[in-house]
């Protein structure tokens, strides 16, 4: 027999804690004889002998159950012959690795907490015997494929010596469960997974699938480990709608500070095309989110990589959040000429001597009667100026381009009445048209302005309130409207008449949306074309429209699964992903009705921006980055770990103690040579108590029968 916790045997000595308590109460009182008693003497003498040997047995009692605790506690080990299983016993083993990347983060003894949970798999590694299978599971992979059992030990120590912390890794109990199946289709008797990690609270796992096969043990390879100072980006998003070359762009950074101190004038900086843009400094509290906002002013068009980066602190792979800005460099939009439609105020705002190289758009122009052969897919936005009427394919059309993320700016015919429109603002949920207003090239403006939503993204940047908090929105006379009703439930006024009735409303459908004018772009409805107001009103809507959801590109987790939709292809265009450093992907990819679908997978390990490109041509850039989770490096205790997996995966898990690759090695052999009676002498302990307890209060020798 051997013991585990040999020290746990020093405790021994509290066995004769019972006895000289027992000694110290047999001290002999003196004697007084009285007559009167005397006939009892003889009864006496017989209930004294009955009595000590109760007490006599309670000390036995008591001194057997201190001494099986202390044996359980210790840990005892049979060897040999009478182990039963001994460590010829042929082995599958499956050592699961935590190189997530809080394992880089260095303990206090120095030195990276993959090192050491490298040296205590290697001590396990040194109990492999002959004819025992083994892998190496780490929680991050390279996506080359699921490890297999095999019996060279020496393929096992070149992997395990050649891990590297990697983001993507997966929640140590999935890890556990994954090895455990590679474990269970071994045909050896025993089968154990030995778990190598800081064991980090936020990725240790809630829930698995399925659960751990039966018969198979955990065990735990802890390692020392701190729990640093950290502040994480949790998140980016750009929060303007437009992005227009230099004019400026909002965005948000979520920040976390993982610390146990509140953290003053902190300072977190963006940039755009590796170029500071915009600094800000905030107060972050211990565990809570904070909301930082910056203002960036792109100066080029195009995909832009972005990123927002923290101060250095002791885990660097969270300090920089990527994203990216999309400022296109030409907006195709579709202008429809109504049938007898004066357009020419919306034809010279976008000809080309009045966009020049300012403004990126790229227009083309169509009549009314060609509106149902056009592919409006090749479009960002569609101007409707004035269509005498819309068929129901035009409706269909127009309907489907606005959920799948178009835009369309729609101004009324005076040559139309309501049924012409009510359509497709039935189709898109925006309402109907109830009549008209005023008379056409009127002498009197029958409304004016009443609101004007200049929080709506449409006028950011248009009016400058912080300059002039006071200013006023310029009022045209308005001669003639088409009244719109909005139906409420999908749209919005962002300018409304005097009259209760909208100017301008906009309704989203799907991906994309719907402004609607009350009047014709002409000065017999009302003398807005002839405003200054007209163009930078004109532009900003194109702009609104045209933007969809392209302002920023998606943001992925690193290593996790996932799709990216890329719109605008000719059918059986071949994409290709390039990463940093260069790194080129071909990704699955199939075609959907209008797109093409990329599944990505886990094969994105390293943050940053990736390409996307067909051929040489940049069609999206998109940001990888770090887990939110792996940002909290808070570590759970040992045994906090354990109870946790074991609620999780349903099995016993116990732990290994041992700093070093031979103190692991030396008690897992130990184990492995013998079998554990710990809770033998558990059991034994429960039924000395329980024994003292009935021989205490149920045998009652003193009393004598008369």
Known sequence: MSFLNPFALLAMAAVVVPLFLHLFNLRQPATVDFSSLAFVKELQETAVQRVRIKEWLLLALRMLAIASLVMAFAQPTLTGDLAGVGSSVRTAHALVVDNSLSMQVEGEQGGLALDRAKAKGQGMLDTVEEGDEVLVWPTAQSGQGAPSLGTNVGVARETLSNLEPRAGASALARAVVRAGEAVAKSEAPRRIVYVAGDFQRSTLGDSVATQLPDGVQIRLLPVETRDPANVGITDVTVTSRIAEEGQPVQLEATLVNYGRETLTDYVASVYLEGQRVAQA????????????????????????????ETEEDDFPADDRHHFTLNVPQERRILVVRGNGQQTRYVDLALSSEMIADRIAFRTTGIDEGTLASAELGRYEA?????????????????????????????????????????????????????????????????????????EHPLFEGVFNRERRPDAQVEQPQ??????????????????ELTSGLPFLHEVRHGGGALLWMAVAPTPRWSDLPVRGLFIPFLYRSVYYLS??????????????????????????????????????????????????????????????????????????RIAVNVDPAESDLRIAPVDSAASHLQSVLGATVQSVSGTGAADVAQT???????????????????????????????????????
Request: charged letters at 15%; hydrophobic letters at 40%.
């Open 281 to 308: 400094t905030t107060t972050l509290e211990p565990g809570l989110e904070t909301t930082v906002s910056f203002t960036v002013t792109p100066q080029q068009r195009g995909w832009l990589r972005g990123a927002v």
């Open 547 to 620: 933007a969809g959801t392209s302002v920023s590109g998606e943001q992925l987790v690193a290593g996790a699964p996932g799709e990216l939709r890329i719109s605008g292809l000719a059918p059986g265009t071949s994409l290709r992903l390039v990463g940093p450093g260069g790194t080129e992907r071909a990704p699955e990819q199939r075609s959907l009705f209008g797109a093409t679908l990329l599944q990505v997978g886990r094969t994105l390990h390293t943050p940053g921006v990736y390409d996307i490109q067909a051929g040489e041509r940049l069609v999206r």
């Open 382 to 454: 569609v101007l409707l100026v004035g269509p005498r009427t819309l068929s129901t394919g035009e409706v269909d059309a127009l309907s489907r381009y606005v959920e799948r993320g178009g835009g369309i700016l729609l101004f009324p015919s005076e040559q139309a009445g309501p049924e012409a429109y009510n359509p497709l603002l039935t189709a898109l949920d925006a309402g109907t048209i109830q009549g008209v207003s005023g008379t056409p090239a009127g002498q009197q403006s029958i409304a004016s302005f009443a609101r004007v939503d200049l």
């Open 478 to 495: 308005i001669y003639y409207t088409m009244n719109l009703r909005p139906s409420g439930r999908s749209g919005q006024t962002l300018i």
């Open 668 to 706: 897992l052999r130990t184990r492995q040579a013998g079998t554990e009676i710990w809770n033998v002498f558990l059991l034994l302990a429960l039924i000395f108590l329980v024994t003292e307890m009935l021989v205490a209060s149920q045998w009652r020798p003193e009393t004598a029968a008369t």
